[in-house]
C-alpha cells in the first residue's frame, strides 16, 4: 500500500495533472478611484507624466494618485470623448465622437466646429505632421491645420476614416471603416483591400509605428503590417473569429502589445506569443485601447471595466491550484531536474515541472497536517518535517518517525543531513539527531533543551548552527551551547540561518533583525529598522546563484547585494512589496528556492510567486515634479481673484509679491511616478529661510509660516520607487514684501527728511546759538563795563582813600611837629619823634597805595626804600654818611603785611640811625635784605657795621618801646626776631607770609 503511494508521488502518474494559470501583476482603476466612466476609448501620456484618460464621461488626467476630471461643465463640447493627443507643441487635443474637436489650454477649452471649417462630429484619431499641422479622422474625411481653422483634404475621398498615421517621412496613412487602408505619399495615393493585399479586413481600426518604421495596422479581423512598402497578414496565435484589434503599443523592451476588443491581450516579444486572460488577471477581455508610459509600464484601456496598469512583470503569481484557492505554501525546494516541490499546511504535496503542477491526492499522512519542511535525499527521497512527526518517503520505502521513537515532540520545523549522514531535527522542543538508526536528544549545559528550533545549518568548517526561540546555538562536542560569538547581541527568534560562498553566517530573528558573522570584521554587526532594515520579522533566508541574499519577511521581501555588505559593512537593498509586484502578502518559514535556470520561488500565505531575474529591471525615471498649488493660512486660494497674474498652464502666480501680512504659505506638490506612486519621496527647502534639505518624507507639502520679508526659492526633489532622485530641482520664486517702513525707498525718503530735519534743527539752533552768543556778548560787555566802572569807582575810592589816610597821617605829623617845638623834654621830643617816624611809615605805605593801580598789594623794595628815606632826612643822615643797600627781590605782600613789616624796619631803621653810628662811627653801612624761602617763609635782615649792641643787651629784659613794638609786631607775621653782634648789629626776622 505504501509502495502505491509513493509511486503516485514520484513516478509522475496523471492522478494530479493540472494547468496552472500564471497571475501578472495589475493594478486597476474604476468609478471608485475616481475614473469618470467605465470605457476607456484612448489613452497618452503628455511631457509632464500626466496620464491622459478618454472616456464617455469626459476626460481625465492622471498623476498616479488622483483623477482630475473635465466634462462639458469646465468647457467640452461633450463627455463623449473618443480620442486624445498631444503635439509637438505640448498642446493636448481632445476628439469627441458628436461634439468635434477641442483644445486644452490648461484652464479651459477652445472648440473646433463648422466656424472653423470643422464639419464632422466625430473625430476618431488624431496625429501631427513633420511640418506640424494637425490632421483628423473623421466620420466626414480627413482635415488639416491651417493656421487656427481646419480644412478637408480632398486628395482623399470622403469616407468615415477610424484612425491616421502622419509619419515623419512625410508619408499618411488613413485607415477607414469599409474601404481598408490609404497612403499619401508625395502626390501618389494608394489604396489597401481586402482584394488586392494582404489586410485581413477592410475595416481598419487602429495604427502605430514602433522604433524600426514598422507600421501595425489593425483591422477588425487580425493584424498586418508594413515593411519596406510590402503590406503583410501578421498572423495571431488564436484559433478564434473574435480577432478585433483595438490599439498597438510599443514598450521600451522590444514588446510589441495587441489588445483585442473582445479577446484580451497578446504580448509579442519577437519569437513568442503570450496570451493575457482574465485567468491571468485582466479584469475583462474587452480592451479597448492601450499606452507605455516613460517608465515602461503598459496601461490598458477597457470597454466597461475601467483602466488597468501592467506593471512588475519580473513576478508572476500562481494562486490557484484547481480546487485549493491561495493555499498557505509552506515548505517548498527543488530538485536536480529544475522541478519546484511544494508542501502546504494542510498536508497537500505537489511538483511543478513545465508549468503544469502534479498533485498527490493520495498521501500516507493524514489530510489536515501541516508539511513544514521538504529535504530531499535525491530525486526520488525525501524527508518531510512535518506537524504529526517526521517522514521518509522513497519509492520502496515510507517511515514515520514520533515521539514514540525518540524524538522530543511531534511538531518537526526541519530536518537536515549532516556531512557524516546524521539527520538532524529542528523541533518544537529541542534537537535531535538520528544516527545509526537512535535518535539522540541534544542538551545545553544546563541540563536544558532549547526552546523552539526552526533552523540547523552545516556551514562549510562543519560546524553545526541552530536557529531557536531563545538565541543561536552551536553543537560542542556532545553538546549545545549559546554561540559566544553573538553573544553581545540579544538575538532571539531566529527563524533562518545561511551562509554565503564566501563563509560569512546570516541569521534571521523574528522581530530582531538580520545578525552577519564575517570573520574579517572586527566583531559582527547586528542590523535592524534602525540601519535601515524595512522590516526586523524576517521568516527566511535565501543566498542565490547571484550572490543576493533575499529575506522573506512578514511584509515584504528584500534582496540583499551581498559583495557590497561584506565590503563595506553597509545594506544595499531592493525592496519587493505589493506596490512592486510581489502580492504573495507573507513569506513563510524558510519558503524560498531558486531553480537551475535562475528563477526564484517564493511560498507565501497566497500560493507561490515565482521571480523573473531578467525581467526585473530598476525604474531609472525620474519623477515628474509639479507644484500644483500655492495656499495662503493653508486655504485653496484663488489668485485671480487677488489680483495676481496666473500661469496658464500650472495655475500658479507669475512674480508673486505677497504683502508682509500674508506670509503663511503652504506649498501643495506631486511627484508622477507611475510605476509607485506611494513610493514617491519628496526633500525641500526654502533658500532665503533655510539652508539645509528637508529629511526624505512622503507628504506631499510644505507649510511655511512667519516669512520674513524678502525673496525666497522654493526647491524641491522628488525620489521614485527604485531610490532615484531628480538631479535638477523644481524652483519657485517669489518675494515677501516689507510694511512701507521697512521699504528701501521708504527708509531713503526717511532718511532724507531726518537729515533735512536734522540739518534744519541744527541751522536754526545755529542761528539762536548765534543770537544768544550775541546777546549774551552785549550782556558781558554790558556787565564788564559796569564792573569796569564799578572798579574804578572803587579804586578811585580807595585811592581816595589811602589819599585822605595819608593826608590825615600827615595832619598827624604836622601835628606832632608843631607839639615838637613847645616841648622841651628831650626825651619826650625823642618819644614824639619815634611816634612822627612810625606815623610816616604808615602814611608812606598810603601814598604807595593810591598812587599805585594795585591797591591790593604794594611792593616792599619801594615801600622800604620810601620809610628809609624819611628817617634818614628825620634823623639828618646822609647817605654819603651811612649808604643805604637794600636787596629786597620783587615780592608784594598784602596791605596788613606790609604796614606790620614797615613799622618793624621802621623800628630797625630807627635804632640802627639813633645808635650806631655814634663816636667814632660816624660813617658805615646799613643793609636791609629780605630773602624768600619755600611755603612763604622769608627772612628780613637789618643789619649796620656801627658799634654794635651793648654787652649785656638782653631782648627780654629790654624795656624800651621800640623793642616792644618789634617783638609784638613780629609774632603778628608768626614770626621770631633775633638780634647778633657781627661787625654791627644783625637784626634778623623769621615770619611767614599769609598764602
Known amino acids: 500500500m505504501y509502495l502505491n503511494r ?42 509632464r507624466g500626466l496620464l491622459w484618460i478618454a472616456t464617455r464621461g469626459g476626460i481625465s488626467h492622471f498623476n498616479g494618485s488622483t483623477f482630475t476630471t473635465y466634462t462639458k461643465e469646465d ?14 507643441r505640448k498642446r493636448i487635443w481632445i476628439g469627441t465622437s458628436d461634439r ?60 468615415h476614416y477610424t484612425t491616421a498615421l502622419a509619419t515623419q517621412e512625410g508619408t499618411f496613412w488613413a485607415g477607414t471603416k469599409t474601404n481598408g487602408l490609404y497612403k499619401v505619399e508625395l502626390a501618389s495615393v494608394s489604396n489597401f483591400t481586402t482584394e488586392n493585399s494582404a489586410l485581413p479586413h477592410n475595416s481598419v481600426t487602429t495604427l502605430s509605428r514602433d522604433k524600426k518604421g514598422t507600421l501595425w495596422i489593425g483591422t477588425d479581423a487580425g493584424a498586418a503590417n508594413v515593411t519596406s512598402d510590402s503590406l503583410a497578414h501578421f498572423e495571431l496565435p488564436l484559433n478564434t473569429p473574435n480577432l478585433s484589434v483595438s490599439s498597438f503599443t510599443h514598450d521600451p523592451y522590444g514588446n510589441l502589445w495587441i489588445s483585442l476588443r473582445q479577446n484580451g491581450l497578446i504580448k509579442y516579444n519577437g519569437t513568442k506569443f503570450t496570451h493575457i486572460t482574465r485567468q491571468n488577471g485582466l ?133 537536515v543531513t549532516d556531512g557524516k549522514g546524521n539527520i538532524w531535527f ?19 549545559p544546563d541540563g536544558q533543551l532549547p526552546e523552539k528550533v526552526y533552523y540547523i545549518l552545516e556551514d562549510s568548517k562543519g560546524r553545526i548552527w541552530f536557529g531557536a526561540a531563545s538565541g543561536v546555538y552551536k553543537l560542542d562536542g556532545d553538546k549545545i551551547i549559546k554561540a559566544p560569538e ?41 542590523f535592524t529598522s534602525a540601519d535601515g532594515l524595512p522590516s526586523e520579522g524576517i521568516k527566511g533566508l535565501f543566498i542565490d546563484a547571484k550572490d543576493n541574499l533575499w529575506v522573506g519577511t512578514s511584509r515584504d521581501v528584500l534582496k540583499i547585494r551581498l559583495p557590497l555588505l561584506r565590503q563595506s559593512g553597509r545594506l544595499n537593498f531592493r525592496s519587493y512589496a505589493g506596490s512592486n509586484g510581489f502580492r504573495g502578502i507573507e513569506i513563510c518559514y524558510n519558503a524560498i528556492t531558486q531553480t537551475s535556470d535562475g528563477l526564484v520561488w517564493f511560498g507565501t500565505t497566497k500560493g507561490l510567486t515565482k521571480y523573473l531575474p531578467t525581467l526585473d529591471r530598476r525604474n531609472k525615471v525620474y519623477p515628474t515634479v509639479s507644484l500644483n498649488q500655492l495656499m495662503l493660512y493653508q486655504k485653496p486660494t484663488n489668485w485671480q481673484e487677488l489680483g495676481y497674474k496666473v500661469d496658464s498652464i500650472t495655475g500658479l502666480p507669475v512674480n508673486l509679491k505677497l504683502p508682509h501680512t500674508q506670509n503663511h504659505l503652504t506649498f501643495d506638490f506631486h511627484g508622477i511616478c507611475l510605476s509607485g506612486p506611494d513610493q514617491v519621496k519628496y526633500r525641500y527647502k526654502l533658500k532665503g529661510y533655510e539652508g539645509q534639505w528637508s529629511p526624505a518624507t512622503d507628504q506631499s507639502f510644505a507649510t511655511y509660516a512667519n516669512l520674513n520679508p524678502g525673496t525666497y526659492t522654493f526647491e524641491l526633489h522628488a525620489q521614485n520607487n527604485d531610490g532615484y532622485w531628480t538631479p535638477r530641482p523644481l524652483i519657485y520664486t517669489f518675494s515677501i514684501v516689507p510694511p512701507i517702513w521697512r521699504r528701501e525707498w521708504f527708509i531713503g525718503v526717511l532718511l532724507l527728511v531726518l537729515a533735512g530735519a536734522v540739518l534744519s534743527i541744527v541751522r536754526l539752533r545755529e542761528r539762536s546759538l548765534v543770537k544768544m552768543n550775541t546777546l549774551l556778548e552785549m550782556r558781558v560787555n554790558h556787565r564788564t563795563r559796569l564792573l569796569e566802572r564799578k572798579n574804578r569807582e572803587k579804586e578811585m575810592l580807595l585811592q581816595e582813600i589811602h589819599h585822605r589816610v595819608k593826608n590825615n597821617l600827615q595832619i598827624v605829623i604836622s601835628m606832632l611837629n608843631l607839639q615838637a617845638r613847645h616841648v622841651k623834654d628831650p626825651h619826650a621830643v625823642e618819644v614824639m619823634q619815634a611816634v612822627r617816624s612810625r606815623v610816616r ?67 630797625l631803621v630807627s635804632n640802627s640811625l639813633k645808635y650806631a653810628f655814634t663816636g667814632e662811627h660816624k660813617q658805615g653801612l646799613l643793609r636791609i635784605e629780605l630773602k624768600q624761602q ?27 618801646f621800640g623793642l616792644q613794638l618789634v617783638s609784638s609786631l613780629s609774632k603778628k607775621l608768626n614770626g621770631t626776631i633775633s638780634f647778633i653782634n657781627n661787625n654791627g648789629t644783625n637784626s634778623i626776622l623769621h615770619f611767614v607770609l599769609p598764602s
Open 283 to 415: 479584469r475583462t477581455k474587452r480592451i479597448s485601447s492601450l499606452a507605455t508610459d516613460m517608465e515602461g509600464n503598459i496601461w490598458i484601456g477597457t470597454d466597461g471595466y475601467g483602466l488597468q496598469q501592467f506593471t512588475s512583470p519580473w513576478f508572476v503569481h500562481y494562486f490557484e491550484f484547481g480546487e485549493l484557492s491561495e493555499p498557505r505554501i509552506t515548505a517548498l525546494t527543488k530538485d536536480s531536474k529544475g522541478r519546484v516541490w511544494i508542501g502546504t499546511d494542510e498536508g497537500s504535496i505537489a511538483y511543478m515541472d513545465g508549468g503544469r503542477l502534479n498533485w498527490n491526492r493520495n498521501t500516507a499522512w493524514p489530510e489536515g497536517v501541516s508539511i513544514n519542511y521538504i529535504s530531499l535525499v535525491n530525486d526520488n527521497s525525501a524527508w518531510l518535517s512535518m506537524s504529526n512527526g517526521a517522514w521518509y518517503v522513497s519509492p520502496d520505502t515510507i517511515k514515520h518517525y514520533t515521539q514514540k521513537d525518540g524524538l522530543p515532540t511531534n511538531e518537526i520545523l526541519q530536518c
Open 841 to 907: 611809615s604808615m602814611a608812606i605805605l598810603h601814598e604807595r597805595l593810591y598812587r599805585h593801580d594795585d591797591l591790593g598789594q604794594i611792593d616792599l623794595d619801594d615801600y622800604f626804600r620810601g620809610i628809609c628815606e624819611s628817617l634818614y632826612e628825620a634823623y639828618g643822615v646822609i647817605t654819603e654818611q651811612v649808604a643805604l643797600e637794600l636787596q629786597v627781590p620783587p615780592a608784594k605782600v598784602d596791605i596788613d603785611s606790609a604796614i606790620t613789616l614797615g613799622l618793624i624796619v621802621n623800628e
Open 6 to 47: 509513493i509511486s503516485f508521488l514520484f513516478l509522475l502518474l496523471l492522478l494530479a495533472f493540472n494547468t496552472l494559470g500564471q497571475q501578472y501583476n495589475f493594478r486597476n482603476w474604476t468609478l471608485e478611484q475616481g475614473l469618470p466612466q467605465s470605457q476607456v476609448n484612448s489613452i497618452i501620456q503628455d511631457h
Open 934 to 960: 619755600a611755603n612763604n617763609h622769608c627772612t628780613l635782615v637789618v643789619c649796620d657795621n656801627g658799634k654794635g649792641l651793648p654787652a649785656d643787651f638782653d631782648l627780654k629784659k629790654k624795656q624800651s
Open 426 to 444: 529542528a523541533t518544537a522542543q529541542g534537537v535531535s539527531c538520528l544516527s545509526k538508526g537512535k535518535f539522540k536528544n541534544y542538551a545545553t
Open 75 to 88: 468647457g467640452l463640447s461633450s463627455n463623449n470623448v473618443s480620442s486624445v493627443f498631444q503635439d509637438s
Open 100 to 159: 468635434g474637436l477641442n483644445r486644452f489650454t490648461g484652464t479651459g477649452f477652445i472648440q473646433y466646429g463648422k466656424e472653423q471649417g470643422l464639419s464632422a462630429k466625430t473625430v476618431s484619431d488624431i496625429t501631427e505632421d513633420k511640418m506640424g499641422r494637425i490632421w483628423l479622422a473623421t466620420d466626414q474625411g480627413i482635415f488639416y491645420s491651417f493656421n487656427d481653422t481646419f480644412v478637408k483634404f480632398k486628395t482623399l475621398p470622403d469616407l
Open 486 to 526: 553573538l553573544a553581545r547581541y540579544e538575538l532571539e527568534d531566529v527563524t533562518s540561518i545561511a551562509e554565503d560562498k564566501e563563509g560569512t553566517l546570516y541569521f534571521g530573528g523574528f522581530n530582531y533583525g538580520l545578525a552577519v558573522l564575517n570573520e574579517n570584521w572586527a566583531k559582527p554587526k547586528l
